[in-house]
């Protein structure tokens, strides 16, 4: 726990609250809350860390599916419908692999495609992820920053009754159907921080968690050495994708309950505990119980996270904006 | 040269000519004759050799560009304008690579890229060329036979005053303008037959080297062991690629020149000597003295070789079953 009595200066426009601000992204909840971000700062003052532990090799290519939302959010090219892929795409390769027999672990649309192949390019030419992803961003025009967690490869493998797998072969060629007996971020060990995004962690002061997997889209991120660390300087809101005893999306219960965690909220923040200052969790919340959240020394704050639309999305960012403000008075 | 007394039996339909045919084929012009052939003959009675030396890996896949020609045609799905490539498929990957500054050295359709993209995840299980190439046939219902030259890899490579490129840097990326210093196939000394073609080869009387690019499409085909000496047990129709002193299509001229032959059909079947026995050429060619070919031990025949309609690549394909009829009287 922090004392809220940072130094801290918000640029101001009429009726809009300004900063620069960080967000640790997974590939669906957090983006959304970005896509509401955008709408009150400009691109130039986001700067988002996201996860790559779910990256995977598929048809010669290596794709990094959290980092590709992110990067066609910013281009205005994302799918909103799904919350990933390229509005539009084809899936002409695809398809003509499919009635060869090969099927693809993900799904990649002819673009999309084209995007993973120029990074497997600029990585098989010695460039970094980070250097890949800045190249990238460049060419979609894009301002904010967008930096993988690390420039190691390190992937989630799910041990499953049917023998160990990838998370993306659980979650998409499996539909998340296997039992869950443990899994692990393989290569965490050995991988290292991305260097830009620690520096653009010393560089700022408020950090979003958003509200993405904490197992596998948040968690590769904090099992980073360093990371915690650097948070516990910084002033943290995160936010809860959990809704009573149910995910908001995807297949973070399933996999907290294979961490013999509570699928809850509570269970949320006591991962965060020792680096956040304000938890939000949603309105329509039922089992949690704030004061156990300020027990943990963390300031509870109950918003309407179902961002199904995009005045929805705006206003929960507008609300997380605020929320730093008064961090700071 | 041989003595045309070989017992030799066609198999008669009403009016149809018909046998069991062995075809040595590039990209472009075989694949022309072969479309007339697959009029006369069905399909599972027709046996293609394909070259490989102009096989290249390009966007993380192996692409064979003269198998793909020749897969295409037999699936019913090849660009007849092009000669080349899916009839109707699009290019969303390529151009969007494009816009990410990725040349491609070959324009690959997106199904074209699902063709070489399930074909190098069999190479990469293990799979020879032979078994990738069958197997896709079998999913495009192809009953005619596709065999690669050779199951190792050759590569032709082109000296020039720029430096030593690949054939297809050579042809497509620099539209075949740069000087030709010299050639070669690399990887030819190593090479063997593919035991499939050797198999086919061993079954068949028939044999047509189509006319395609004697130096580089059926160049790399002859310099590989024993195929000579095969060819010299069979009843073998070469077809000239050179009207007078100029190839019909492609790079076949300069690259005679480079090896400092002279532009020619004469230098053509001065190449072939050794194991053809009809040597066709086109009625327009008003450079080749038929006796300089008949003094080689070849018969020498006038064909319209120009083959811009399906009727007249189904007239030159019927004209070479008659030689063949001919050459067992």
Redesign the interface.
């Known amino acids: 726990m922090k004392i809220f009595t940072f130094t801290f200066t918000f640029k101001f426009k009429p009726g809009i609250l300004r900063t620069t601000m960080i967000i640790l992204s997974g590939g669906t909840g957090t983006p959304k809350l970005i896509d509401g971000l955008r709408n009150l700062l400009p691109d130039e003052e986001i700067t988002v860390i996201v996860n790559t532990g779910e990256d995977i090799w598929s ?3 290596f794709i990094t599916p959290d980092i590709d939302t992110v990067l066609y959010l910013f281009a205005g090219i994302l799918d909103k419908t799904r919350w990933w892929s390229i509005i539009g ?2 899936y ?6 499919k ?4 099927s693809e672990i993900l799904m990649l649309g ?2 999309d ?3 993973n ?2 990074r ?2 600029m990585l098989k030419k010695g460039m970094t992820l980070t250097e890949a992803t800045a ?2 961003s460049k ?1 979609f025009g894009i301002r904010a920053a967008i930096i993988p967690m690390s420039d190691d490869v390190i992937t989630s493998m799910i041990e499953t009754p049917r023998g160990q797998m990838h998370f993306q072969e659980f979650w998409v060629t499996h539909k998340g159907t296997p039992d869950i007996l443990s899994f692990e971020y393989r290569g965490i060990g050995e991988a290292r921080l991305s260097p830009a995004a620690k520096v653009a962690l010393e560089k700022e002061d408020c950090v979003i968690i958003g509200p993405s997997n904490p197992m596998t889209s948040i968690g590769p991120i904090l099992a980073l050495p360093e990371i915690k660390e650097i948070l516990k300087t910084k002033k943290v809101i995160a936010v809860s994708p959990i809704i009573g005893n149910e995910a908001v999306s995807g297949p973070a219960g399933k996999l907290m309950a294979a961490k013999g965690l509570d699928v809850s909220s509570k269970s949320v923040a006591a991962l965060y505990k020792d680096f956040i200052d304000v938890f939000v969790y949603d309105i329509r919340d039922g089992v949690l119980n704030p004061e156990d959240i300020e027990k943990m020394g963390i300031k509870a704050v109950a918003l309407d996270t179902m961002m199904t639309d995009e005045e929805r999305r705006t206003e929960l960012a507008r609300e997380i904006l605020k929320l730093f403000n008064l961090l700071s008075v």
């Open positions: 048809s010669e290519v795409d084809t002409n390769t695809y398809h003509q692999m009635e060869l027999g090969l002819d673009r495609r084209a995007v192949l120029a497997t390019d190249d990238i060419s």
